[in-house]
């Protein structure tokens, strides 16, 4: 397989486990081209397992990086047992901060609860709310289950229990009265909003 499951961004690492993905998101990167900002494709021939992203991961000086990132061409927690392995690989050779991007569905996906399973390995949680009620949401995430709205909502409020710090995310894209509808919700429920800029590759 070519090494795609990691690539590089300023001073980051990026982590492409899977490109599987529960949604078809309007705005998805994706449906820009092969890759991420100046990266190799990242479209995966096959699923990497614990050992090849290990592998890949150890090609790296992961000490010498701001954060760690697991995030690609897919949703992560798709690959949720290749995404614990690896994370308990990091914390083993280093303390550099792990972040997830994830859309937040990780509970439906593995049709069971999965925040506690990230308790010691994720020190950021970035969940895509991409818009701040159901009917937009489906809108535009375009999830292939019927109740993902509310699902990625209980899932946000779980992992405050267990990550230090959980964080939705929204794309400029949309309307600055979505954004702040938005920002009241992340109230709501005690986390963060951040707002993306959108970059079509």
Not at 101 to 106: I, P
Request: aromatic content about 8%; overall charge negative; glycine content about 4%.
């Amino acid at each position: 397989m070519k090494e795609n499951i990691t690539y590089i961004i300023g001073n980051k690492l990026y982590i492409n486990l899977t490109n599987k993905c529960p949604c078809n998101c309007t705005f998805c990167i994706r449906n820009n081209g092969e890759g991420a900002y100046g990266s190799d494709s990242l479209w995966l021939d096959h699923d990497p397992d614990s050992n090849e992203a290990i592998d890949a991961l150890k090609k790296h000086d992961l000490s010498s990086f701001d954060e760690i990132i697991f995030c690609g061409y897919g949703e992560p927690t798709e690959a949720l047992d290749v995404l614990l392995d690896c994370g308990k690989f990091i914390r083993s050779v280093c303390k550099t901060p792990i972040r997830i991007n994830t859309n937040g569905l990780s509970d439906l996906i593995n049709k069971k609860p999965t925040a506690p399973l990230f308790k010691g390995l994720a020190d950021v949680m970035s969940i895509s709310l991409n818009a701040p009620d159901e009917a937009d949401y489906n809108a535009v995430t375009r999830p292939s289950f019927e109740n993902a709205f509310q699902a990625m909502q209980d899932f946000a409020v779980s992992c405050l229990e267990y990550v230090p710090e959980v964080v939705m995310t929204v794309v400029d894209v949309i309307p600055k009265e979505q954004i702040d509808a938005s920002q009241a919700l992340a109230d709501k429920l005690g986390v963060k909003l951040r707002v993306r800029k959108y970059e079509s590759a």
